[in-house]
């Protein structure tokens, strides 16, 4: 099982856009997928149409003990393949600015102890955190929980230092508590082809973060607003955008998927 977290510190420049869109693709080429709806505002639980649940994730972070996880997720309305354990709004009384340890690792207990069909089996391959927009105890907890981490940016003017703190706080985690921790990279989101700023951005990230910064950039396009407004994957609406758009995230998945291979080849036997 690989868990990736989508961050950003800023809101609104794509992380559940992204979170969406790789659940989409592992649904699409038949990758059992988990969605974390750790942003209070729950907009990947409504855009997955979850129907009512017992639990959300917020009783997960009082008290991460599988039933109540069980409680907490439900299947997706996209269709077999994609689950989510849901958002809610009080998910943000967990939000505290100074966490302690023990509060921050409980997310990663909740996932460690996900049951499969059968003791020795999982049941989800790859496990998706949709994270809040700002650094504290939620965006922690999916660091502390995570294997990679996507992170997110716009080509705008403070892009730059958008990434460089999402990208010190993917570092500060590794060294706190979470080795297995790795950036896979930097998506570029919404950009428009003719925009000379865009062009401009998108560059000084390059520059900066080098090989990091993925070549696939998601532009802007309506079919994604469209989509998630029909509670729909990306991958089952039928424009040339949003066909544009799914092959960017099947290559997101793949790069994902590969690194998670590379990781288990070069681990010794005895450690994996
Ligand atoms: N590439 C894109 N093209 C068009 N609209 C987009 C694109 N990416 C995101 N959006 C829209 O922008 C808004 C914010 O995106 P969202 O993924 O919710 O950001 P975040 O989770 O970082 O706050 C949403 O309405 C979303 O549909
Ligand atoms: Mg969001």
């Known amino acids: 099982m690989l868990v990736v977290a989508t961050l950003s510190l800023k809101g609104g420049v794509g992380k559940t856009t992204v979170a969406l869109g790789l659940a989409g693709a592992a649904q699409h080429h038949g990758v059992p997928a988990l969605v974390v709806d750790l942003d209070p505002q729950a907009n990947a639980t409504i855009a997955l149409d979850v129907g009512p649940t017992a639990a959300t994730v917020a009783d997960v972070l009082d008290d991460p003990r599988p039933s109540v996880v069980r409680r907490a997720i439900a299947p997706s309305g996209w269709g077999e393949g994609v689950d989510v354990l849901v958002g809610a709004e009080q998910t943000e009384r967990h939000n505290h600015p100074d ?24 049941p989800y391959r790859l496990v998706i955190i949709d994270c809040p927009p700002s650094l504290g105890q939620l965006t922690r907890s999916a660091l502390a929980a995570a294997d990679r981490a996507v992170l997110v940016t716009d080509p705008t003017m403070f892009a730059v230092s958008g990434v460089q703190r999402a990208f010190d706080a993917v570092q500060a985690e590794r060294a706190r508590g979470n080795p297995d921790l790795q950036p896979l990279g930097v998506l ?34 309506s079919a994604i607003q469209q989509a998630q407004g029909a509670c729909m994957p990306i991958q089952r609406w039928d424009t040339p955008g949003a066909r544009e758009v799914s092959a960017i995230f099947t290559g997101l998945l793949g790069r994902l998927l590969r690194s998670a291979r590379r990781a288990e080849v070069a681990a010794p036997p005895h450690t994996r």
Do not use: C, K
Request: net charge negative; no cysteine; charged share 35%.
């Open 99 to 122: 966490p302690s340890g023990t509060q921050l690792t409980r997310l990663r207990r909740a996932l460690e102890r996900l049951e499969g069909p059968d003791e020795d089996s999982e």
């Open 188 to 221: 570029i989101n919404r950009v428009r082809p003719r925009n000379t700023e865009h062009a401009f951005r998108m560059e000084e990230l390059r520059e900066l973060f080098g090989p990091l910064v993925f070549t696939g950039v998601l532009p802007d396009r």
